[in-house]
């Protein structure tokens, strides 16, 4: 039976190579398991605490001894979201006893350097970027002077289709766009973009959907028969995560027909969703995921079996003891540590990404970021324009400071000259000092209706010029009284 590949794991080499490669055989006593589902009628909280620890000690096991997980290709770097959900903080993971070498500060070098995360990188590369540097506790905003994720992401804002982020063909990119946007929140746990800006790729996810409930990867809107395709289990789960992340209710139609997309795919027996692949790992815990994400319990009474079995149920029947990773098939006698990471995190009770905990490490932070620039370094910052008409403007801004900040109208100058997407400021009045922007854009000020600004989703003051601006800040634009 084929591995499924999720498009937003992927890297443009030998993904499914790579995927075989994190099968991780185990010792010879490992081997002996039990593929019997926990007794009752649902996963108690022990049985769910203990799963937890011990997925937590397989993950361990996978850091490199230069304290990595992420690395060229398809890695492991989304087992800091999986560590977050389970209340284990990535700067208290390291081998060897040496906390200079914690899986937090190696993902960060990573992020930090140019060449990451390839020479032909695709949106999803910076959104697995930022869910996974969140939960490892390092603002995805603020990862260095040179790296900015969340500008990143919107360098890939479709001007010609609002909403989708990345081709439009490839819906997982909006979808993961989304979950990064709405889940990297600030330090302090504050929504940072504009509830205008999820918005917008709301919509796009509504327009998606199809008619059996579920969501696939690729873009379905505006063609019948698409809408009219089977859904998929996992992209369906991170579908619902993305909605609720946003802000959207599990009572909203979109999610309750999504929740039941996934209820009419459980296998009696296993209590597993049948996917397109049969009943796997990845899939059930991305769709447990989803869940989660809603506030849905999924062994709640829409997610228990007559046979008494729940999607919990399933994972932890996956995994091995002793040991502590999780298989992929049923039949597989080694651990993936790619469906470990994915069971983890849900059975944990987490979404696509989480706050990360609280370091027990003597002396380390619980968040890391760089907060100045470099004089003369250049550093991008996210950029949206809103005048009110319900469309936006989005853009991803390379400033070159002369200081450790810089002004709201020196990012303005530099949009309208070398944003990406372009066209995202194309003037503004005044076009130089340090006065009131009266105008942008052509639009200008009209009575109690005058262009404001905010950054990190903080309250919106007058927009002027001179307002200073730090390394990493998402600056928001809106025309509004």
């Not at 250049?378 to 450790?404: E, H, Q």
């Not at 944003?419 to 009045?429: D, E, H, I, L, N």
Request: hydrophobic content about 40%; proline content about 6%.
């Amino acid at each position: 039976m084929p591995r499924r590949v999720h498009p937003v794991f992927r890297h443009a080499r030998t993904a499914r190579r790579r995927l075989v490669a994190l099968a991780v055989p185990l010792s010879a006593g490992a081997l002996l398991f039990s593929t019997a589902a926990p007794a009752g009628a649902t996963s108690t909280a022990a049985q769910i605490t203990a799963s937890k620890n011990a997925g937590v000690g397989y993950l361990k096991t996978l850091q490199a001894a230069d304290g990595s997980y992420a690395g060229s290709g398809l890695s492991n770097e989304w087992a800091f979201s999986a560590f977050a959900a389970a209340g284990t903080a990535a700067v208290d993971v390291y081998p060897g006893g040496d906390p200079a070498k914690n899986a937090r500060t190696a993902y960060r070098n990573l992020l930090a350097t140019a060449a990451w995360p390839s020479t032909a990188p695709v949106v999803t590369d910076y959104e697995r970027g930022a869910l996974n540097a969140y939960a490892a506790g390092i603002d995805p905003a603020r990862v260095g002077t040179g790296r900015n994720l969340l500008a990143d992401i919107a360098s890939y804002w479709q001007t010609a289709s609002p909403g989708y982020f990345g081709p439009p063909a490839n819906f997982n990119g909006t979808v993961f766009a989304l979950l990064a946007l709405a889940g990297s929140r600030t330090q302090a746990g504050a929504q940072r973009v504009p509830q205008a800006l999820l918005d917008a790729s709301v919509s796009v996810v509504r327009a998606n959907e199809h008619t059996d409930g579920g969501w696939n990867y690729s873009q379905a809107a505006g063609n019948p028969g698409q809408l009219a395709a089977t859904s998929d289990i996992d992209m369906t789960g991170a579908a619902l995560a993305s909605l609720c992340s946003a802000g959207v209710p599990a009572t909203d139609p979109a999610v309750v027909a999504g929740k039941n997309f996934l209820k009419g795919k459980l296998v009696n027996t296993t209590g597993a969703f049948n996917a397109m692949f049969g009943a796997n790992t990845d899939s059930n815990g991305w769709a447990v995921s989803g869940l989660n994400a809603c506030g849905i319990n999924p062994q709640g009474t829409d997610f228990t079996t007559t046979a008494h079995k729940t999607p919990v149920d399933f994972l932890i029947a996956q995994q091995f003891s002793p040991g502590g990773g999780f298989r992929y098939l049923p039949t597989d006698t080694s651990p993936s540590a790619y469906s470990s990471i994915d069971a983890i995190r849900a059975v944990a009770g987490g979404g696509f990404t989480a706050a990360p905990p609280t370091p027990v490490t003597a002396g380390a932070p619980t968040w890391v970021a760089t907060t100045d620039f470099s004089s003369g370094a250049t550093s991008k910052l996210a950029l949206v324009v809103d005048n009110g008409s319900g469309t936006l403007k989005v853009c991803s801004v390379p400033v070159t400071a002369t200081g450790t900040t810089t002004t709201l109208g020196t990012v303005l100058d530099a949009a309208a000259t070398s944003a990406t997407p372009s066209g995202c400021v194309t003037s503004v009045t005044p076009p130089s000092g340090t006065g009131t922007v009266t105008a942008l854009n052509g639009t200008a000020d009209s009575g109690s209706t005058t262009w404001k600004s905010s950054t990190d989703g903080g309250p919106p003051t007058t927009a002027s010029r001179a307002t200073t601006v730090h390394l990493g800040d998402t600056l928001y634009l809106h025309y509004t009284s």
